[in-house]
């Protein structure tokens, strides 16, 4: 299917590494141009070549999404080079296993900390590409939420993270102004993801006898899912095809979850 993306422009924030590389890689194999930005200047040069090649142009920035400064300056940047943007990506997220398991016993500050680095990052990085999106009337802004947002058993501050993100998107979605101006506003709620280097990945390597019984008991498919599968998906949500998906908080999860 031809996703009509072809000559879009798009950010996704956290697009150096696992799901949002995965969807920086998707945007880019439709015909989308695509800037990322991540921490690690390693990392954000080898994906911006990958982008390039598949054709299209790509964009690194250095930045830290937790520094209202730094998203400032992406979005600005962008903009500037660009002088259009049509898909946000809010990918830059987790803290899934900050703080312990004692709620008693972990610090306010880590509330915050997941709050701010889900939460205030996206509506940061929303609300300085809106008004370029208003411009062009058309635009698509995805957020990275988690089935650990759409039901309690998480970590708390995660969970709840997790959700005002679902709720953010979904409350910007009923503003008659955004949305008649062609602008769609939408979450994903992955379940686990294997994502090499890093922590589920570790488990499977020290452990994979009980890492498999772990994934049989949990997950219906029998496996995790992979970050081009959640990527796929939101390539859709982005193309014109899906236009009338606004407001919709959409599982990828291979049945994992427990909620309807
Ligand atoms: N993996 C899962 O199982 C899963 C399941 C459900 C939902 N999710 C959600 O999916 C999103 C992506 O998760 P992932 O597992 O793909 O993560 P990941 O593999 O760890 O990649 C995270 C990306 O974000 C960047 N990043 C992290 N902190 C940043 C910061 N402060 N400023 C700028 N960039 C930052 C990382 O690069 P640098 O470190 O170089 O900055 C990297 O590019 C998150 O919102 C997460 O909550 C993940």
Not at 47 to 72: F, H, S, W
Not at 239 to 254: E, H, M, T
Request: aromatic share 6%; hydrophobic share 40%; glycine share 12%.
């Amino acid at each position: 299917m031809n996703l009509g993306l072809s000559g879009k422009y798009a950010l996704v924030t956290g697009g150096s590494h696992g799901i949002g590389r995965a969807i920086a890689i998707a945007l880019a194999a439709e015909g989308c141009n695509v800037a990322i930005c991540a921490r690690n200047v390693e990392r954000v040069a080898e994906v911006v070549e990958e982008i390039n090649g598949q054709g299209v142009t790509g964009l690194g920035l250095v930045a830290d999404v937790t520094k209202p400064r730094d998203i400032e300056r992406v979005t600005s940047t962008i903009i500037g080079v660009w002088g259009k943007l049509h898909i946000l990506i809010n990918n830059v997220g987790g803290g899934g296993s900050w703080g312990s398991d004692d709620v008693e016993k972990t610090s306010e500050n880590v509330w915050k900390e997941v709050y701010d680095k889900n939460v205030t990052a996206a509506i940061g990085f929303t609300m300085r590409c809106l008004p370029v999106m208003r411009k062009e009337k058309w635009g698509r802004v995805v957020t990275i939420s988690s089935i650990c947002g759409r039901e309690a058993g998480g970590r708390p501050w995660y969970s709840m993270a997790k959700s005002a993100q679902i709720s953010f998107m979904k409350s910007l979605a009923v503003k008659h102004d955004l949305v008649r101006d062609g602008i769609t506003f939408n979450s994903v709620a992955p379940g686990q993801i294997m994502i090499p280097d890093t922590g589920l990945d570790k488990k499977q390597k020290e452990n994979p006898e009980e890492f498999n019984k772990f994934v049989m008991d949990n997950f219906p498919l029998g496996r995790l899912g992979s970050p081009e599968e959640v990527a796929n998906v939101v390539a859709f949500i982005c193309s014109d095809k899906a236009r009338l998906v606004n407001g919709a908080s959409i599982v990828i999860d291979g049945g994992q979850g427990k909620s309807l």
